[in-house]
């Protein structure tokens, strides 16, 4: 059971944009920074966001990410079907002393 | 380029020790300030940090499998490695291996890096 909690599950149509939450307390999001992972079927999970708010290189603006108190949330707009992934937010913790992740959340675009 | 590469056996029988090597290319394993871990992702599920390793070898392990879990780096081959005891079904997942890297400008880590994964079967 993960310390990270998120949607199991998210949805939206070509062009919307969807907003996938991450909620914690105040041992991981609450004291440290957020990152968000993408995890297309098949592959790898790849860096999506990290420090709260910041994109890697050769990820488009349309994701966003913002965190506030003990939760964040991943903002993604102009959906596009390549979009179809799981997401997951990951945090270190304090308690644990480690990262933790959310249990992913499955982003359809319908 | 950097890039990660994990290997190892496919299948672990039960109770036996299940071992696997990240080979590192494009970055130095001793590079100050990253550190390597090893992530896995049971079918169908989330992901799991397993732990981490830094060059010196100091390590963390997930306290809910610390008993059962060693990591090691071996510097002369550019490789880092995990070894899991007493493996039972509930083992069998997608193993990655993963650098992290702290990185700008916060200077905050992230696992920036990952290995395409290597599916270990527990079984008998």
């Known amino acids: 059971q993960s310390v990270l909690t998120q949607p199991p599950s998210a949805s939206g149509t070509p062009g919307q944009g969807v907003i996938i939450s991450c909620s914690g307390s105040s041992a991981n999001i609450g004291s440290n920074t957020v990152n968000w992972y993408q995890q297309s079927p098949g592959a790898a999970p790849k860096l999506l966001i990290y420090s709260n708010d910041h994109r890697p290189s050769g990820v488009p603006g349309r994701f966003s990410a913002s965190k506030s108190g003990t939760s964040a949330s991943l903002a993604i707009n102009g959906l596009r079907s390549e979009d179809e992934a799981d997401y997951y937010c990951a945090a270190w913790d304090d308690s644990l002393n480690g990262p933790q992740f959310g249990g992913g959340t499955k982003l359809t675009v319908l | 380029q950097v890039h990660l590469q994990e290997s190892g056996p496919g299948l672990v029988k039960p109770s036996q020790a299940l071992s696997l090597t990240c080979t590192v290319s494009?970055?130095?394993?001793?590079?100050?300030?990253?550190?390597w871990s090893w992530i896995r992702q049971r079918p169908g599920k989330g992901l799991e940090c397993i732990g981490y390793i830094f060059y010196g070898g100091t390590t963390s392990y997930n306290p809910s499998l610390r008993s059962r879990v060693t990591m090691s780096v071996d510097t002369s081959k550019n490789q880092f490695s995990l070894k899991l005891t007493s493996v039972t079904a509930a083992d069998t997942a997608l193993y990655y291996c993963?650098?992290?890297?702290?990185?700008?400008?916060?200077?905050?880590?992230?696992?920036?890096?990952w290995g395409q994964g290597t599916m270990v079967t527990v079984s008998s």
């Open positions: 494009g970055d130095s394993i001793s590079s100050r300030g990253n550190y």
């Open positions: 993963a650098r992290a890297s702290a990185l700008r400008p916060t200077g905050n880590y992230a696992f920036d890096i």
